[in-house]
């Protein structure tokens, strides 16, 4: 492996949150195809039935419809050998149907840390936790939750 493939390995996973954070939903999935392996392995729970860069592109494209503000602030970026690791603060405001909540008009703010493993060039594993009890929290969803 190359002493530079750790900086490039960085440098792609930017595209991404560079893409997500245009909310431009057309060049989302172009760019999640450019950066993901199609049938990346993802090994977080997701609650949707897809799989590969087809599950990464549903989960983007039902978090803009909930949150059109969506933003990824990338707070960490670690790089060794062929894995990366982002810590993350993702905000966005509540406009849309999600986790089959109505919309509320609520701001949140959550963390998620995902560690990628790249083969070649794209990241062909993920491992993520997010902090979806304080997304629910937020938005009222939990009892003893701000209304």
Same mark, same amino acid.
């Given at each position: 492996?190359?002493?530079?493939?750790?900086? *490039?390995?960085?440098?792609?996973?930017?595209? %991404? /949150?560079? +893409? &997500?954070?245009?909310?431009? $939903? @057309?060049?989302?999935?172009?760019?999640?195809?450019?950066?993901?392996?199609?049938?990346?392995?993802?090994?977080?729970?997701?609650?949707?039935?897809?799989?590969?860069?087809?599950?990464?592109?549903?989960?983007?494209? *039902?978090?803009?419809?909930?949150?059109?503000? %969506? /933003?990824? +602030? &990338?707070?960490?970026?670690? $790089? @060794?050998?062929?894995?990366?690791?982002?810590?993350?603060?993702?905000?966005?405001?509540?406009?849309?149907?999600?986790?089959?909540?109505?919309?509320?008009?609520?701001?949140?703010?959550?963390?998620?840390?995902?560690?990628?493993?790249?083969?070649?060039?794209?990241?062909?594993?993920?491992?993520?936790?997010?902090?979806?009890?304080?997304?629910?929290?937020?938005?009222?969803?939990?009892?003893?939750?701000?209304?």
């Amino acid at each position: 492996m190359s002493a530079f493939q750790p900086a *490039r390995n960085k440098e792609t996973l930017a595209r %991404l /949150h560079e +893409a &997500v954070n245009s909310g431009d $939903a @057309e060049l989302i999935p172009k760019a999640i195809d450019q950066v993901f392996e199609p049938d990346v392995l993802i090994s977080t729970p997701l609650p949707i039935g897809a799989t590969g860069t087809e599950a990464l592109k549903e989960v983007f494209s *039902r978090l803009l419809r909930a949150f059109p503000d %969506l /933003h990824i +602030a &990338v707070e960490d970026v670690i $790089a @060794e050998g062929d894995r990366v690791v982002s810590r993350n603060t993702v905000t966005g405001t509540h406009r849309g149907e999600y986790l089959g909540l109505p919309p509320t008009g609520k701001p949140v703010s959550y963390n998620e840390i995902f560690i990628c493993r790249f083969a070649g060039d794209r990241v062909a594993e993920t491992w993520g936790v997010v902090d979806v009890l304080a997304q629910l929290r937020q938005l009222g969803a939990l009892p003893g939750s701000p209304a």
